[in-house]
């Protein structure tokens, strides 16, 4: 797991960074690979590629950029290939001679013999990867088929820069004068993320999941990235049991293949049936080796008890005899180095469970270099309560309108703050088209309180921010009119890649930690898009199959007790000792000059909240990490000497708000 950059010219007389902006752009992304840095320039200067090093497979000879035979294809590679020994055998067979061990090494000869297209479709793992062909100059970008690798792509024609992270691409004098992404900050409060391909800067874009693009130097444009791969739900007739024994194999295989590593590796548990199922098959897989190695498990929680699951992830570690770590987060572990990780986090933070991510990878690294987790398996196999309420909208579906509208905003605005998920059950129950409901699930703020939010100049210029649109086109592309399939389909192509995903990402490598996600191999995906309806979700039960497996491996309190989540007590804390933070920040001349919220909503939401009216702590933590990371990355120019002061002015104004 690394950290890739890069650089193609478009036109002749485009000029390649010089070697202090190359390395500035490697320097920056360092924590996504402490080990080593490397960097390779074509002759010509038509493409300059870089990695920085986090070194888990072919510790001796693994070193990046690296290239085939010849020195005609060059690669710069981050990520995992769990099947590269079955493709090296076939490429061996087809007259390839192979330098090192690594996973790398792979991508060249498999571009030189398949082309890209069929070398994305070939590949099970995680990666976002840079191969170019000096033959051609032809340069391809790829991303994984469930977007767990990030890519992020500028050109202004003349030049393509490409990185792992946008801060790289920041550190390049042609972004010196970037722009804000006015729709995304629409966005951004209502589904916490702005829309891929987009990003919070006007002409940074992603490479969407499932996607890769072929760029000729000297070309003079990028063309439109092109789709290998794509998760589309057919679901089938199947037995019951014979998909438990599909999934149950499948799982297992799918997780052995990722236990592949040259430096130790552990596992974030939170005491859920997705990490803990996750633990229970790896301990399996240890006694089949007759491996008496403890397994290492990771878990945080919180210092106030009831928001707090590590007693659950202590019952499952003493279950299977787990080396077993835990850290719990208070307040002031969690707020006062916010901007540090907002920084690391590159764009707005719309996660609060980001930072207890953090402090759990921080105190992993101590142990291991990579962990395996359950993430990926609430959307896969139905496990949001999410999916359970949103079939009520059926029921309703024969209200006007109008009707829907005004009866359950009503009935929300009359339940109290302690009944925050009723109340955000009801406000998004009344919004009947698909493509609004879907996008308001779990935001900060839903569609309709968007545009009271917003000031008229902002809502005139961009109106929802493209939201309603981006969705609709989502749902447009999915090969289903299962309601429930449309929306498994829109999560796993917007807040998982877009938002879970990048917390993933962004915490773990801050910590310089690789995370690797069992459940979202795209096997296990395909797999899971041929469930029936009631494998997934049946009247009020969620993740049924998946449960069931689990019935195998974990006890079955464990399995069934109420689902808590990962939640902060961010309710508790924005209504204590964090308000004064709060109106300093959200209520500030520089907050309120930026032009993109009405400052008479911003402190109507805040005094609510205080007061105990209306739980607003969703939209509240967009607001703040949203300032935040302006100050990071508009106001000031994005670098870690910014970072610094940004986190010192704002453990000042914490100081000040808690004395």
């Not at 293949?257 to 996750?278: A, E, F, I, K, W």
């Not at 545009?451 to 100049?457: A, I, K, M, V």
């Not at 005139?460 to 389909?489: M, P, W």
Request: with cysteine; net charge negative; proline share 5%.
């Amino acid at each position: 797991m690394c950290g890739i950059a890069g650089y193609l010219r478009l036109v002749p007389e485009s000029h390649s960074p010089d070697a202090a902006i190359a390395t500035r752009m490697l320097d920056v992304i360092r924590h996504r690979g402490p080990d080593g840095e490397g960097q390779w320039r074509s002759p010509d200067g038509a493409c300059w590629l870089g990695h920085r090093r986090l070194a888990i497979i072919d510790l001796a000879t693994g070193d990046q950029p690296m290239t085939n035979e010849d020195g005609t294809v060059w690669t710069a590679f981050n990520g995992e290939i769990y099947n590269h020994a079955e493709l090296r055998r076939e490429l061996e067979s087809l007259g390839h001679v192979f330098h090192s061990h690594a996973d790398t090494e792979v991508l060249v000869h498999g571009y030189e013999a398949w082309g890209a297209r069929s070398l994305a479709q070939r590949l099970q793992g995680i990666f976002a990867f840079a191969v170019y062909d000096m033959r051609t100059r032809r340069l391809m970008l790829c991303r994984d088929p469930m977007g767990v690798k990030p890519l992020y792509w500028w050109s202004d024609g003349k030049t393509l820069l490409f990185a792992s992270e946008v801060k790289a691409l920041l550190t390049h004098p042609a972004l010196a004068s970037r722009r804000v992404n006015r729709r995304g900050v629409a966005q951004f409060i209502v589904t916490r993320y702005a829309s891929r391909p987009e990003t919070m800067f006007e002409g940074v874009y992603r490479l969407p999941e499932g996607h890769y693009a072929e760029i000729d130097a000297y070309a003079g444009s990028v063309p439109e990235p092109q789709l290998y791969w794509d998760w589309q739900p057919r679901a089938t007739t199947m037995a019951f049991d014979d998909a438990l024994e599909e999934l149950d194999s499948l799982l297992t295989r799918t997780v052995e293949m990722q236990l592949m590593s040259d430096v130790p590796l552990g596992v974030q548990l939170s005491g859920g049936v997705d990490s803990s199922t996750v633990v229970a098959l790896m301990d399996t897989l240890r006694r089949k080796r007759s491996d008496n190695t403890p397994l290492k498990t990771f878990s945080v929680g919180f210092d106030i008890p009831e928001f707090s699951e590590l007693p659950h992830a202590r019952k499952v570690a003493e279950r299977y005899g787990t080396e077993h770590h835990e850290i719990a987060v208070g307040f002031r572990e969690f707020i006062e180095d916010l901007p540090r990780l907002c920084w690391y986090y590159d764009e707005p933070m719309g996660e609060p469970p980001a930072v207890p991510t953090y402090h759990m990878c921080k105190m992993a690294k101590e142990h291991v270099s990579v962990m395996l987790c359950g993430e990926g398996a609430d959307e896969l196999f139905g496990g949001y309560s999410k999916y359970v309420f949103d079939q009520f909208s059926r029921a309703i579906d024969w209200m006007p309108n109008g009707m829907r509208h005004s009866l359950l905003r009503s009935v929300g605005s009359l339940i109290p703050a302690k009944g925050r998920r009723v109340r955000a059950i009801a406000e998004k129950l009344a919004l009947a088209d698909p493509a609004e409901r879907f996008a308001s699930w779990y935001g900060g703020f839903d569609s309709l309180s968007q545009q009271g939010l917003l000031t008229p100049e902002l809502a005139a210029e961009v109106g929802d921010g493209g939201l309603k649109a981006a969705f609709n086109g989502i749902l447009h592309a999915c090969s289903s009119t299962n309601t429930l399939d449309r929306f498994q389909y829109c999560d796993l192509h917007t807040r998982q890649v877009d938002d879970i995903l990048v917390k993933g990402d962004r915490m773990s490598m801050a910590a310089s930690v690789e995370a690797r996600v069992p459940f979202l191999d795209h096997r296990l995906a395909e797999f899971a898009a041929r469930l029936p309806q009631r494998f997934r979700v049946d009247g009020l039960k969620s993740k049924v199959l998946l449960k069931k497996l689990a019935e195998r491996y974990i006890p079955h309190e464990v399995i069934y007790r109420r689902k808590v989540g990962f939640t902060v007590p961010l309710t508790r804390w924005f209504a204590g000792p964090l308000a004064g933070l709060l109106r300093a920040v959200l209520l500030s001349e520089q907050a309120l000059s930026r032009g993109y919220f009405r400052p008479e909503t911003v402190r109507r939401v805040i005094d609510e909240h205080v007061a105990g009216r209306v739980d607003h702590e969703q939209g509240l933590w967009l607001l703040l990490t949203l300032e935040v990371w302006h100050r990071l990355f508009v106001d000031g120019d994005g670098s870690e000497a910014t970072m610094q002061q940004v986190n010192a002015d704002f453990s000042r104004m914490l100081h000040q708000s808690c004395s």
